[in-house]
Structures are given as structure tokens and as C-alpha cells.
């Protein structure tokens, strides 16, 4: 079974400039996920969906952050105007459902972001 | 607000000795609780999760985790570490009511000594 894809797997670029970020999460999971993992912290959830739809942003910075899930199944955060504070490795995640304790979270490798 | 920590940032052990690994939460109710692996240059792998029950939790790779109540604590323990263990480890708590969602701790790295 593959896993759940992510590209690009690095990425730099200069404050100001605008970032995308791809998902392709494990066939037929209809929750997805996008954490954001600063150096020496753990993974923060950014957005949760559930197929087509937000289940949770409380945590997404909507000035400059957004996401989408078209259809159901690929995903794209995007950042614009990208700040040297966003610089992270940002990881995508996917499970069957969004019962956390019913269904497990598979992680991709993750987007290593650098702001210069 | 729900919090995890670990208290250690880096622990080093020596290939074949005894490992565990500290968590610690703070939350109203007794949250669930899970332990991440994370490899260099891949993604988390659930280890283990407790919600319920038996406080000795049995995982992959010969993990364990005690839950203990009294001290909110959820110790990850190995009894002999190999050297493909040598990752970053990683605590994480959900609510059990309402809106779940995972909240990492801060992780500890640990490196395996020949």
C-alpha cells in the first residue's frame, strides 16, 4: 500500500515570496491533515479536513496560510507572503476517519521549508 | 489548556541497555495518549496509544508505556535498545470528549551508543 506522498520534499525560499505544497494522501482515508513542525518543537495541527471540507483551521495564521482539498483526496497549503518565522518542515497526514483513537494518523515525509 | 512534556531533549543509551523515555501531561480529565517514532527524513509512526484500561500498554517494535494516573505520566520503556532505534520520540495527547485532536510534546532524541 503506498504511503502518503508529499512534494517537494525541500524547499527555499527568499521572505515575501509565495510556497506551495502538494498531498497525495493514502487512497480512500477521508481525513487529511497539514501539522506544522518549528526546529525543537513537536508537530502543531494547521487544518484538519474531512473529505472536501474543514473540520478544523483554529490554528492555520488565514493571513497568509491556505489550504485546499479539491474532490476529496489531493491537497495544497499554500503560503503567501512567506515570513522567515514559517521557515518548518511541514507534514501531511492521513486516516481512515478523524477519530484520533479509532483511526491512526500515516504521516508523509514531510516539506522541509527555508525562509531566507 | 492541555500541555505534554518532555522533560529530556536528548538521552543517550548504550546499544542492548534498558531505555524510558518521560512524558507528562497536563489536562482536566485523563486524556488518551499516544507515542510517535520519527526517523530522520520520515514521517511519524504511532508506536502505541492508551485510552482505556490495562495501564501497561504494548506497542510495535518492543515498545512499552506505563500509564500512571497519580504522577499524569505515560512513560515509554524499552528493555533492550538497538541501534535502529535511534530516533526522535515523540508524546502526544488528544481529548477524550469533543473535538479530538493530537498535542505533541517537544520530543526527545535519542542516540544509541555502541
New interface residues.
Given amino acids: 500500500e503506498a504511503g502518503v506522498a508529499q512534494s517537494p520534499r525541500y524547499k527555499i525560499i527568499e521572505k515575501r515570496q509565495s510556497v506551495a505544497f502538494w498531498c497525495n494522501p493514502i487512497s480512500g482515508h477521508a481525513t487529511l491533515y497539514w501539522y506544522q513542525q518549528i526546529l525543537g518543537q513537536g508537530p502543531k495541527l494547521l487544518i484538519q479536513f474531512q473529505n472536501n471540507g474543514v473540520v478544523d483551521d483554529s490554528q492555520l495564521p488565514k493571513d497568509r496560510f491556505s489550504a485546499e482539498r479539491l474532490k476529496g483526496v489531493d491537497s495544497t497549503l499554500k503560503i503567501q507572503p512567506a515570513k522567515l518565522e514559517d521557515s518548518a518542515v511541514y507534514l501531511c497526514a492521513s486516516s481512515i476517519q478523524g477519530a484520533v483513537i479509532l483511526y491512526e494518523q500515516y504521516f508523509g515525509p514531510g516539506t522541509r521549508l527555508t525562509v531566507t | 489548556a492541555q500541555s ?1 512534556t518532555q522533560p529530556d531533549i536528548h538521552i543517550t543509551v548504550s546499544e542492548g541497555a534498558s531505555l524510558e523515555l518521560r512524558c507528562n501531561y497536563s489536562y482536566g480529565a485523563t486524556p ?1 495518549l499516544f507515542w510517535y517514532v520519527q526517523s530522520p ?6 508506536l502505541l ?1 492508551y ?1 482505556s484500561g490495562d495501564t501497561l500498554v504494548q506497542g510495535i517494535k518492543g515498545f512499552e508505556a506505563e500509564f500512571k494516573r497519580s504522577q499524569s505520566s505515560f512513560n515509554l520503556r524499552k528493555p533492550s535498545v538497538h541501534w535502529s532505534d535511534a530516533a526522535e520520540y ?1 508524546c ?1 495527547v ?1 481529548p ?1 470528549t469533543g ?4 498535542v ?4 526527545t532524541r535519542l542516540l544509541v551508543s555502541p
Avoid: D, I, S
Fill in positions: 505534554v488518551y527524513g520520515q514521517g511519524l509512526q504511532l496509544k485510552f515523540f502526544a488528544a477524550n473535538f479530538q485532536k493530537l505533541f510534546g517537544t520530543g
